[in-house]
C-alpha cells in the first residue's frame, strides 16, 4: 500500500513561489508515477503534469508550462512541486497522486496543500 | 486536448436510488477513463479505472460501463455516503490528463 503525506499550508504573496512536497512511504519513489492536481476554491480538479517513469521525463499541463516544477529526490522518497510567480488563481488545494500502481489511474492520493495567494 | 463533458453536473436523489452519471469525451479514448469521488474538504478517491474495473475496497453497488466516448458510472441503491462530487478523467492522452467538470450527488 502507498501512502503519501504532503507538507503543510502555505502563505504566499503574488509575484513569489511555492514548493509544496510529498513524501512517499509503503514503495520506492523511483518505482513510482507521481502525479500533481490541484483545485480552486469550489472549483474542480485540473491535472498539472507528472513522471512518466517509461520515458524517464516529466509531463506538464500546458496551461502551467514554464511555471511549474516537479522534482524528486529518491535518497528520501519525497517528490516536489514549486510554482512560480504565483498568481491569485493559483490559490489552491494541491494533491500529489500516484498512476498506475494498482490500475491505470490515479490510485493513491496525498491529504492536500493549501496555498493562499494573497498580498 | 481531450475534453470530457459530465452530466449532469447536479443531481438530487434518495437513498437507495439507482444513479447514473455520463461522460462524453471529445475523441475516442477506447477505455482510458477512471471515476474518483471526492467528499467536502478530502481528497479525491478513485472508484473504478479502465471505464469498468472496480477498485480495490470501492462497494459493488458502483459500477462503469462505456468505451470509445461515451462513459456512464451508475451506483445501484444510493447509500448515505454516497453522496459528493463524482469526476471522470480520461488517461488516453498521456501529454494532459483531463478530468471532466464534476457531478454533484446531493439528498432530495
Known amino acids: 500500500q502507498v501512502h503519501l503525506v504532503q507538507s503543510g499550508t502555505e502563505v504566499k504573496k503574488p509575484g513569489a513561489s511555492v514548493k509544496v512536497s510529498c513524501k512517499v512511504s509503503?514503495?520506492?519513489?523511483?518505482?513510482?508515477?507521481l502525479h500533481w492536481v490541484r483545485q480552486a476554491p469550489e472549483k474542480g480538479l485540473e491535472w498539472m503534469g507528472g513522471?512518466?517513469?517509461?520515458?524517464?521525463?516529466?509531463i506538464y499541463a500546458q496551461s502551467l508550462q514554464g511555471r511549474v516544477t516537479m522534482t524528486e529526490d529518491s535518497s528520501t522518497d519525497t517528490a516536489y512541486l514549486e510554482v512560480s510567480s504565483l498568481r491569485s488563481e493559483d490559490a489552491a488545494v494541491y494533491y500529489c497522486?500516484?498512476?498506475?500502481?494498482?490500475?491505470?489511474?490515479?490510485?493513491?492520493w496525498g491529504q492536500g496543500t493549501l496555498v493562499t495567494v494573497s498580498s | 486536448d481531450i475534453q470530457l463533458t459530465q452530466s449532469p453536473s447536479f443531481l438530487s436523489a434518495s437513498v437507495g436510488d439507482r444513479i447514473t452519471i455520463t461522460c462524453r469525451a471529445s475523441?475516442?479514448?477506447?477505455?482510458?477513463l477512471a471515476w474518483y469521488q471526492q467528499k467536502p474538504g478530502k481528497a479525491p478517491k478513485l472508484m473504478i479505472y479502465a471505464a469498468s474495473a472496480l477498485h480495490s475496497g470501492v462497494p459493488s453497488r458502483f459500477s462503469g460501463s462505456g468505451s470509445g466516448t461515451e462513459f456512464t458510472l451508475t451506483i445501484s441503491g444510493l447509500q448515505p455516503e454516497d453522496f459528493a462530487t463524482y469526476y471522470c478523467q480520461q488517461l488516453n492522452s498521456y501529454l494532459a490528463l483531463t478530468f471532466g467538470g464534476g457531478t454533484k450527488v446531493e439528498i432530495k
Open positions: 509503503g514503495y520506492s519513489l523511483t518505482e513510482l508515477s
Open positions: 475523441q475516442g479514448i477506447s477505455n482510458d
Open positions: 497522486a500516484t498512476l498506475g500502481v494498482v490500475g491505470a489511474a490515479l490510485d493513491f
Open positions: 513522471f512518466d517513469r517509461e520515458d524517464d521525463k516529466t
